[in-house]
């Protein structure tokens, strides 16, 4: 079993909708949890983190988690083509475990 | 804003040949890691460091890898023997004692 688990898309919505990007986990132990956007050819950017049950909102974005379900997602609302891009899940910060990444599209 | 920084940006080497990837990590972070992102795959954890010795290391991570902190701002990835295999996205990342990684912009390695 993947440790982290996303669909690898690619995700396509029009701009102005709400992007929903999902992700499960595998280790019942891990507490921290991680959104990144990644720009083709580019590093990794951090965006989002959550450690409790429940939404945390931070501008457009929101995080959800659900450790009983092992889910946590990432809600982009009035997404803009800017946003188009990739979106990795990681979890456990002392050995940052990635999902594959969801493709997002925004089109205009 | 401080950011990790990471030379040389493209590096392409012959097949068997040692490379030494180098980054320059934010200056109060303690703990250090390597990743690195094959063309088209995910990011892979390779290596962590903390106190100027690893502390996790993934199954790539073999006796053709190493890690050193030569000094107080340096932390170097050595590549002894590059495989074709090899040839990929490495980024640095470091932190600080919360939990936010922070990334450098990647050595993209190239063997040839």
């Known amino acids: 079993q993947k440790e982290v688990e996303q669909n690898s898309g690619p995700l396509s919505v029009p701009e102005g909708a709400i992007a929903s990007l999902n992700c499960t986990y595998s280790d019942r132990g891990s507490q921290s949890f991680f959104w990144y956007r990644q720009y083709s050819g580019k590093s990794p950017e951090l965006i989002m983190f959550i450690y409790s049950n429940g939404d945390k909102e931070d501008g457009r974005f929101t995080a959800q988690l659900n450790k009983a379900s092992q889910y946590v997602s990432l809600l982009i609302r009035d997404s803009q083509p800017s946003d188009s891009a990739t979106y990795l899940c990681?979890?456990?910060?002392?050995?940052?475990?990635f999902g594959t990444g969801t493709r997002l599209l925004v089109s205009p | 804003e401080p950011e990790v920084t990471q030379t040389p940006s493209h590096q392409v080497t012959q097949m068997g040949q040692e490379v030494i990837l180098r980054c320059v990590p934010i200056?109060?972070?303690?703990?250090f890691y390597w990743y690195r992102q094959i063309l088209g795959q995910k990011v892979e954890f390779l290596v962590s460091?903390?106190?100027?010795?690893?502390?996790?290391k993934s199954e790539i991570f073999d006796d053709q890898f190493s890690v050193e902190r030569p000094d107080g701002s340096n932390f170097t990835l050595k590549i002894r023997s590059t495989k074709l295999e090899d040839s990929a996205m490495y980024f640095c990342?470091?932190?600080?004692?919360?939990?936010?990684?922070?990334f450098g912009s990647g050595t993209q390695l190239s063997v040839l």
């Open positions: 990342a470091s932190r600080s004692t919360n939990e936010k990684l922070f």
């Open positions: 460091f903390y106190n100027n010795e690893i502390s996790e």
């Open positions: 200056s109060n972070h303690l703990y």
């Open positions: 990681a979890v456990n910060p002392q050995k940052l475990v």
